[in-house]
């Protein structure tokens, strides 16, 4: 079955240091993967997309890989904040989806510890 | 430059009623999704509209429908509605054209309780 597993539901840091997210996704074919920021009773908001020929992407303080034969990415924050506590999804854009282009994995909850 | 609004915030319905929900996407979008988020789960894709039309759906029953306006607004209509029925509903919007793979704008939603 096609299935998108996030790390964790939970993961605590301490502040300064580097929090390490892992999206795992099998079944499925994606052309590109998105990372989404999501703080409670807010929308879900954009930060990095990744396409299925690019190995990294970096803004500012956070990176992303992508490697499609381990059908894993993996997103970085660095000098974490406690300002970066949040909910972070993945989500797959599915090629040729039939009827879901985007497919969201449940969610990492991070919490820097100041 | 708004960013996706949507309204109202919250809204408290019973089973069986109907509901409307409205989204406008961001100035220069064209492309508005709609998504249901239940309470500490991932957002499902509910619907997708461009050029007026239902382009894309996803696993959801008939009692879901919705509507785009010229304007590129949108609303999401749910008939007979059920206890489960209760979630985040966010519309997110995008500059696609025919280019499906843009990230999308999301609104912070309309929060539906069910009674």
């Known amino acids: 079955s096609q299935k998108i597993e996030q790390n964790s539901e939970a993961l605590n840091i301490q502040e300064g240091k580097t929090a390490t997210l892992t999206c795992n996704y099998t079944n499925y074919s994606p052309a590109y993967l998105q990372w989404y920021r999501q703080d409670p009773g807010r929308g879900p908001v954009f930060l990095l997309l990744i396409r299925e020929n690019e190995k990294e992407k970096r803004k500012e303080r956070l990176k992303v890989t992508f490697d499609t034969t381990l059908k894993q990415s993996l997103f970085h924050i660095t000098a974490s904040q406690p300002a970066d506590s949040a909910t972070y999804l993945c989500a797959l854009f599915l090629r040729n989806s039939g009827n879901t282009p985007l497919v969201f994995g449940k969610g990492t909850r991070l919490s820097v510890i100041a | 430059d708004a960013g996706v609004t949507q309204s109202p915030t919250h809204l408290i319905k019973t089973r069986g009623q109907q509901v409307t929900l409205r989204c406008s996407p961001k100035?220069?979008?064209?492309?508005v999704s709609w998504y249901q988020q239940a309470l500490g789960q991932e957002p499902q894709f509910i619907f997708q509209?461009?050029?007026?039309?239902?382009?894309q759906r996803g696993n959801f029953p008939d009692r879901f429908s919705g509507h785009q306006f010229p304007n590129y607004s949108s609303e999401l209509n749910v008939n007979a509605l059920l206890l489960g029925d209760s979630a985040l509903y966010l519309c997110a919007s995008s500059s696609q054209g025919r280019r499906r793979n843009q990230p999308q704008h999301f609104g912070d939603g309309t929060r539906l309780s069910i009674l």
């Open positions: 509209y461009y050029e007026e039309e239902e382009r």
């Open positions: 100035s220069g979008h064209d492309t």
